[in-house]
């Protein structure tokens, strides 16, 4: 059996020739570490992984990049308790903060909606504590700078609680953007 050929070699003129080009990825596809050519996340979609995206060598532990959110978090309660310490030494002095992801469900907040923060008194010699908890407030947040305000709002609000005064007496600067 004879291979077919092409209509126009019958009328005497040569078939066009048909070269096979490969298809170049867009230039803003980059393949790092082997990755597939275009691959820009996971395949659950959880975005860019690799060298920069964990702790390693590029990314060492002490570089904004290697900590979790839960540990920029605690950085940023710390930074709204140092600061009331100094105002309120004395007052504070045995008041425990503490963070939590999220509130216990068991427990009645007094709240409809979810409580960002909680105090508790100090009884049977534990000492009184201030819970903020770090999903809620996550959640109503949006970037870092609004995170590290609303963190501090909190701080003084349940501190203004726990001494029984009102948020502006414990920061004049409370609600302020």
């Known amino acids: ?86 105002r309120f030494a004395q007052e504070l002095d045995g008041v425990e903060f503490a963070v939590e992801d999220v509130p216990d469900p068991r427990r009645d907040h007094g709240l409809d909606d979810v409580p960002l923060g909680a105090v508790l008194t100090a009884e049977r010699g534990e000492p009184a504590r201030i819970v903020l908890y770090r999903r809620p407030i996550e959640l109503r947040a949006v970037g870092t700078s609004e995170l590290s305000a609303l963190v501090h709002d909190v701080v003084v609000e349940q501190v203004a609680e726990l001494l029984g005064l009102g948020p502006n007496e414990i920061d004049p600067e409370y609600g302020e953007e």
């Open 1 to 86: 059996m004879s291979a077919p050929h092409a209509p126009d070699a019958d009328k005497g003129r040569p078939a066009p020739a048909t070269t096979h080009v490969p298809l170049a990825p867009p230039p803003h596809a980059v393949s790092v570490g082997g990755g597939r050519a275009g691959r820009r996340r996971d395949r659950h979609g959880r975005g860019m992984r690799g060298p920069l995206a964990v702790r390693g060598p590029l990314a060492p532990a002490g570089v904004p990049v290697a900590r979790s959110r839960a540990q920029r978090f605690d950085e940023f309660v710390l930074d709204a308790v140092e600061e009331l310490e100094r």
